[in-house]
Nanobody
Framework: VQLQASGGGLVQAGGSLRLSCAASGSILTTHSMAWYRQAPGQERELVASVSSDGRTNYADSVKGRFTISRDNAQNTVYLQMNSLKPEDAAVYYC?????????????????WGQGTQVTVSS
């Protein structure tokens, strides 16, 4: 499984970005997918996840602002980020776990994309 993340960039506070994660195969119906982020000097943290049957989970810090979705036909997972804040700035990684229930821990995800940088100016 290969994951290719894209869509990062520089945006002003209050703006929006949409991240995409393209998977190399038809894994979305059998894998849980997630977006993590890591800021300099901080641990990688879960931002949002979606289980194989579509259940979603969000970090408290992004609830109501971010939306994770997936397009099974395109083998792509998205993260729509609205009302961005400077504290959202980080490298964002997509990840896949070969289980259906939407894991919450980094170690449960076997496959990782290369990361895409999100910068939010105040």
């Amino acid at each position: 499984v290969q994951l290719q993340a894209s869509g990062g960039g520089l945006v002003q506070a209050g703006g929006s970005l949409r991240l995409s994660c393209a998977a190399s195969g038809s894994i979305l119906t059998t894998h849980s997918m997630a977006w993590y982020r890591q800021a300099p000097g901080q641990e990688r943290e879960l931002v949002a996840s979606v289980s194989s049957d579509g259940r979603t989970n969000y970090a408290d810090s992004v609830k109501g602002r971010f939306t994770i979705s997936r397009d099974n036909a395109q083998n792509t997972v998205y993260l729509q980020m609205n009302s961005l804040k400077p504290e959202d700035a980080a490298v964002y990684y997509c990840a896949a776990a070969p289980v259906g229930w939407g894991p919450k821990h980094v170690y449960e995800y076997d496959y990782w994309g290369q990361g895409t940088q999100v910068t939010v100016s105040s």
